[in-house]
């Protein structure tokens, strides 16, 4: 059993559509991360959140923090080929500042 | 500025065979992680380092072990290679805090 859930776990869409994917947890974190991981590379940091209800934006990506810290979203809108990659929400366990990580969702954007 | 350099890219070992996998970073980082990732179950820890000297056991450290004799290199060490060790290693390291990590680009080990 994941800590994370990470849903779906797999997503084929469309250039210019949109999408959500979603990390749960019945656990409470003082923060949470997402990652975007392309073949053969390791994940990067994509973003923190760190307070109840916070609304992040990168460019076409919003990342928000649910308001009791137990689950986050990530919305990517008008959806491009480079968007296609594997996505991981993280997030702290107790002392070594140690992550654990979901299962992740794989996006694949088609042109 | 070369981050977190892990080498080899790729192995193939035989089963009970030895195998070093190394790991360094140059951005002064005290804490490292080893993780493995495995098809559609994320990122499993197998050992991590809060400093120099200093190593614990994450959530799979059974078969492996490592040394944090500098701040730059964790090496990752199997010992008895098996089956089960068939997997992509990824070595990671962070400041602290709310800082993410810095992930190596991986070594694919085939154990056959």
């Known amino acids: 059993t994941q800590l994370l859930e990470q849903s779906p776990q797999f997503l084929s869409i469309q250039e210019g559509e949109n999408l959500t994917v979603y990390c749960n947890s019945s656990s409470v974190f003082s923060s949470l991360q997402w990652y975007r991981q392309e073949p053969g590379e390791g994940p990067v940091l994509l973003v923190t959140v760190v307070t109840g209800g916070e609304v992040k934006k990168l460019k076409r990506l919003t990342f928000q923090f649910g308001d009791a810290r137990k689950d986050s979203s990530l919305h990517i809108t008008a959806a491009q080929p480079g968007d296609t990659g594997l996505y991981l929400c993280?997030?702290?366990?107790?002392?070594?500042?140690?992550?654990?990580f979901g299962a992740g969702t794989i996006l694949r954007v088609k042109s | 500025n070369a981050g977190v350099t892990q080498t080899p890219k790729f192995r193939i070992l035989k089963i009970g065979q030895s195998m070093t996998l190394q790991c360094t970073q140059d951005?002064?980082?005290?804490?490292m992680y080893w993780y493995r990732q495995d098809p559609g179950m994320g990122l499993k820890l197998i050992y991590y380092?809060?400093?120099?000297?200093?190593?614990d056991k994450g959530e799979v450290p059974n078969g492996y072990n490592v040394s944090r004799s500098t701040t730059e290199d964790f090496p990752l060490r199997l010992e008895l290679a098996a089956p089960s060790q068939t997997s992509v290693y990824f070595c990671a390291s962070s400041y602290g805090g709310l800082d993410g990590y810095t992930f190596g680009s991986g070594t694919r080990l085939t154990v056959v």
């Open positions: 951005m002064n980082h005290n804490y």
């Open positions: 380092s809060v400093g120099a000297g200093i190593t």
């Open positions: 993280a997030a702290p366990m107790e002392y070594g500042n140690k992550l654990v």
